[in-house]
């Protein structure tokens, strides 16, 4: 094998314009052949068909709905503690309706639309975590109020927000669609933009 590995070196540095000639004039061969090589991301081609695995993922598609997600991270902003704060609620409040009225997205999961139960007397009742954000600028202590409400969501505590309340999360349930993965590309681009 060293033999092999020297003559192959030497053929190489000896014949480097060669090499590189010929690389060169491969390489427009190479691009427009490229072209023609289909991006396929989907699941279903993975399984053999027929496979009896294939069919229980496409019950599962048919029952559960979508299962792929686009999952956008808030971080803090620097003199703030947590992101508990109208700016860093309003931003999150704007992702989560850009994505909510989004037509590839089948459903947001994030703080502004995060709802809780809570007893009142006999009564149990279920309510928006915050209600309105363009209100929190003017009443501090309603933040205050949805920071303990929100220490108490074991739900929501390392999956819509982490224990610090340090980071928030922002999750789109993406429409699922098996032979192509164009509408992700379009999701992500206009999110971009956004």
Request: hydrophobic share 30%; charged share 25%; glycine share 6%.
């Given at each position: 094998m060293t033999a092999f590995i020297r003559a192959w070196a030497e053929t190489v540095t000896t014949r480097r314009y060669l090499i590189l000639f010929l690389a060169l004039l491969l390489l427009p061969l190479m691009v427009f052949t490229g072209r023609a090589i289909p991006f396929d991301n989907a699941t279903?081609?993975?399984?053999v068909s027929g496979d009896p695995t294939l069919k229980n993922f496409q019950y599962l598609i048919d029952l559960f709905g979508d299962y792929e997600y686009l999952i956008v991270g808030i971080e803090q902003l620097p003199p703030e503690q947590d992101v508990f704060?109208?700016?860093?609620?309003?931003?999150?409040?704007?992702?989560?309706d850009f994505f909510d009225s989004h037509?590839?997205?089948?459903?947001?999961?994030?703080?502004?639309?995060?709802q809780y139960t809570h007893a009142d007397g006999d009564d149990i009742s279920t309510d928006y975590l915050i209600e309105d954000v363009s209100e929190l600028e003017d009443d501090p202590?309603?933040?205050?109020?949805?920071r303990s409400i929100i220490a108490a969501e074991n739900l929501a505590l390392?999956?819509?927000?982490?224990?610090d309340f340090r980071h928030a999360r922002i999750t789109a349930r993406v429409e699922?669609?098996?032979?192509?993965a164009a509408h992700k590309v379009a999701l992500a681009q206009?999110?971009?933009r956004f």
């Open positions: 279903e081609r993975y399984f704060n109208p700016e860093t609620l309003d931003a999150i409040a704007r992702l989560t037509r590839f997205v089948t459903q947001v999961r994030s703080l502004t639309n995060y202590g309603e933040i205050d109020s949805i390392g999956t819509l927000i982490s224990p699922y669609r098996g032979d192509t206009e999110f971009y």
